[in-house]
């Protein structure tokens, strides 16, 4: 439930880029303003599954840098209600534990600023980047073999947090937050548990421009609703993964595919999205082993399944997010609902290329590549 929670959460948070060429209703003049900031943090690690046990109670401390550009501007205010910050994070992170080891993580992370009065801000910051860890998955290594969490030395990064901002001089603020980090690689090779933790985090924020936000009178236009369906049509592939035998029961070699979807804009960064896709899926299937209380040889070699959804509009990004049910045999190890989450970069008004995860419950199941073309 906390990797659901993770991924869902990412892509609710990330409400907008500052950048938005294919909306014609956005007409941005004023420049974004350079933001340094300076960040610490603490916390603790969540066992979220009876296999990463052994990293009970240890509690992560590191520190970071950010460089970003701050939106002040009335157009983007209109646009989506807030002060959009995106930019650039530098983290390290010590676990605590002999078990986990260090990380150093690079991310790009897009924070919404609310202006509550003239020196107190609301924010929300949802971040998306590699991390480098020191100390995977080791057969050979007693000490290793307890690291469930993670096993490749590089894997993706996700940070979802919120909090306040405080203006303490007209240069300087102090950001107070609370965040949710994770490790995982998507199933590309385990183990591969993910590693959760949480933290408090403070952030001293340098902005030469001034640190306070200038307070603007919403636009309620909804020009959304003259705007027809869209229909897309979209390609899915996905590489060899390295599962572990009878840990696992299959190893993917690929599976390749495709998608289409029709999709409606509710919003100004919000459309609903529904959809049907089917794909082959070449799995090597391990001998029958009575250990395992699942049978794999249970399912389809072309899996299908329809889908309904949300999608945030974000200039030349989109977040798909959706939930579908299969309509085809699967392996007995997943249910037959399933949850996707997307990140699609628009090339022109057509074409597309992006990226998604699939999983059932907190289970990952792969990562895929796409290719796009929107009607």
């Not at 060429?21 to 303003?33: D, G, N």
């Not at 993580?105 to 991390?131: D, E, K, W």
């Not at 889908?307 to 007995?332: D, K």
Request: glycine share 8%.
């Amino acid at each position: 439930m906390l990797r659901r929670f993770l991924f869902n959460a990412f892509f609710i948070l990330c409400l907008i880029k500052a950048t938005a060429q294919l909306t014609p209703e956005y007409k941005r003049i004023t420049p974004s303003e350079t933001v340094f900031g300076f960040r610490s943090d603490y916390g603790t690690t969540v066992v979220h599954t009876p296999a990463v046990k052994p990293i009970g109670g240890a509690h992560p401390f590191g520190f970071g840098f950010e460089y970003s550009k701050q939106a002040k501007d009335s157009a983007t205010y209109h646009l989506c209600s807030a002060f959009p910050r995106v930019g650039l994070q530098l983290q390290y992170y010590h676990y605590g534990t002999p078990i986990l080891g260090n990380s150093y993580m690079a991310s790009y992370f897009i924070q919404p600023v609310h202006r509550l009065n003239s020196r107190l801000n609301f924010f929300y910051r949802a971040s998306i980047g590699f991390s480098y860890s020191d100390n995977p998955f080791n057969p050979s290594s007693k000490v290793d073999t307890l690291n469930q969490n993670y096993s490749l030395y590089i894997n993706p990064y996700l940070q979802v947090s919120s909090g306040f901002g405080l203006q303490l001089t007209k240069h300087l603020s102090l950001d107070a937050s609370g965040a949710f980090n994770h490790i995982s690689n998507g199933n590309v090779k385990r183990p591969n548990r993910g590693l959760n933790w949480l933290t408090g985090s403070l952030t001293l924020i340098y902005n030469s421009n001034g640190s306070a936000m200038p307070k603007y009178k919403r636009l309620h236009d909804k020009y959304w609703n003259k705007r027809p369906w869209n229909y897309t049509i979209g390609t899915i592939y996905v590489g060899k993964q390295d599962y572990a035998g009878f840990t696992a029961a299959y190893q993917r070699m690929y599976a390749v595919g495709g998608f289409i979807e029709a999709s409606k804009q509710i919003g100004r960064i919000h459309a609903f999205v529904t959809g049907f896709q089917a794909y082959y899926n070449d799995l090597k299937i391990d001998p029958p082993n009575p250990v395992v209380p699942f049978s794999p040889l249970k399912r389809s070699s072309v899996l299908a399944g329809v889908y309904v959804g949300h999608e945030f509009l974000m200039g030349r990004f989109i977040l798909n997010q959706i939930i579908g049910a299969y309509v085809t045999p699967h392996a007995a190890i997943y249910t037959n609902l399933f949850h996707q989450h997307s990140l699609r970069y628009l090339i022109d008004r057509h074409w597309q290329a992006g990226f998604g995860l699939k999983a059932h419950k907190s289970d990952a199941d792969f990562i895929c590549l796409n290719a796009l073309y929107r009607f």
